[in-house]
Nanobody
Framework: EVQLVESGGGLVQAGGSLRLSCVTS????????IGWFRQAPGKEREGVSC???????????YYADSLKGRFTIVSDNAKNTVYLQMNSLKPEDTAIYYC???????????????????????WGQGIQVTVSS
């Protein structure tokens, strides 16, 4: 059974930091890209960052343009876990954050980084991040 379990969310003041974790199981970790997405109330789900998601290259990373420099994605392959370090948080970062898995080879098929929700096959349940002003 494929599972992705997020943790590390919560309430933080603007300017603060959080580290989200995504623990995965049930699939061959090295064969998959892991992405982070978020969805704010009344808005569509949007891609935040992904790893192993560019040109089928293991460890490759990609970030949404608006988040570059504040968020960092890393992978611990020994633990089948991906982390999203979020710094300098802003109230507009408030959302439910999801991690998801997609076949890394799809980045070659599509010819672009995997950061669209429809490209991902498996999803976690999501975790709330709230940034107060």
């Amino acid at each position: 059974e494929v599972q992705l379990v997020e943790s590390g969310g919560g309430l933080v003041q603007a300017g603060g930091s959080l580290r989200l974790s995504c623990v995965t199981s049930g699939f061959t970790f090295d064969d998959y890209a892991i992405g982070w997405f978020r969805q704010a109330p009344g808005k569509e789900r949007e891609g935040v960052s992904c790893i192993g998601c560019r040109d089928g290259i293991k460890g490759s990373t990609y970030y949404a343009d608006s988040l570059k420099g504040r968020f960092t994605i890393v992978s611990d392959n020994a633990k089948n876990t991906v982390y999203l370090q979020m710094n300098s948080l802003k109230p507009e970062d408030t959302a439910i954050y999801y991690c998801a898995a997609a076949r890394a080879s799809d980045s070659v098929l599509y010819g672009s980084p995997l950061l669209s929700p429809h490209e991902y096959d498996y999803w976690g349940q999501g975790i709330q991040v709230t940034v107060s002003s």
